[in-house]
């Protein structure tokens, strides 16, 4: 299971990418992060996306595949941080190299943000934000991922991935 986390750095939010605890081949958690991240994206009324991945070496195919499919739902600045070689072979299979922008760590994306997209740093508007509050599954979908009703009562509220 993954966590995905706000945090500022230099003044740029960038989501970092926990791995609590490897998913299995069928996860069913993960099949929602892209729906999550886009909710979350609005919310806050975000005009880009960094996602830093950490240098961890393995992740859940399932959420890769969210992050594919999320760089086709939103039409923003996306840049992917600390993609290790397996990851970023993953990304190119899908032709998401080139669509979104990797970079080793977070300070080189926010250089070339700030440097490409400097409007959009600076009409950047952080009040909505909450640097506490992961991004979330709701019950309703983690219950139609899981089994339905009847797996209700083993599900918190709001799923913390």
């Known amino acids: 299971?993954?966590?995905?986390?706000?945090?500022?750095?230099?003044?740029?939010?960038?989501f970092n990418v926990?791995?609590?605890e490897h998913c299995a081949s069928t996860c069913k958690v993960c099949v929602d992060y892209s729906v999550g991240?886009?909710?979350?994206?609005?919310?806050?009324?975000?005009?880009y996306l960094i996602i830093d991945f950490q240098d961890t070496k393995d992740f859940?195919?399932?959420?890769?595949?969210e992050i594919v499919h999320l760089r086709k739902r939103i039409r923003m600045p996306m840049y992917l941080v600390g993609v290790m070689p397996k990851v970023e072979q993953f990304f190119k299979e899908y032709s998401l190299v080139g669509q979104a922008k990797l970079f080793l760590d977070p300070e080189e994306a926010i250089v070339d943000l700030?440097?490409?997209?400097?409007?959009?740093v600076k009409n950047a508007d952080f009040s909505r934000l909450s640097l506490d509050e992961p991004?979330?599954?709701?019950k309703v979908r983690m219950q139609h991922r899981v089994g339905g009703a009847d797996a209700a009562p083993a599900i918190p509220d709001r799923v913390e991935l």
């Not at 299971?1 to 960038?14: D, Q």
């Not at 991240?37 to 005009?47: A, F, V």
């Open 1 to 14: 299971m993954l966590e995905l986390r706000p945090e500022m750095l230099g003044g740029i939010l960038l």
């Open 114 to 120: 700030k440097n490409n997209y400097g409007e959009i």
């Open 18 to 20: 926990q791995v609590k």
């Open 60 to 65: 859940c195919r399932v959420f890769l595949e």
């Open 135 to 138: 991004i979330k599954v709701s």
């Open 37 to 47: 991240i886009h909710n979350r994206l609005k919310r806050d009324e975000l005009s």
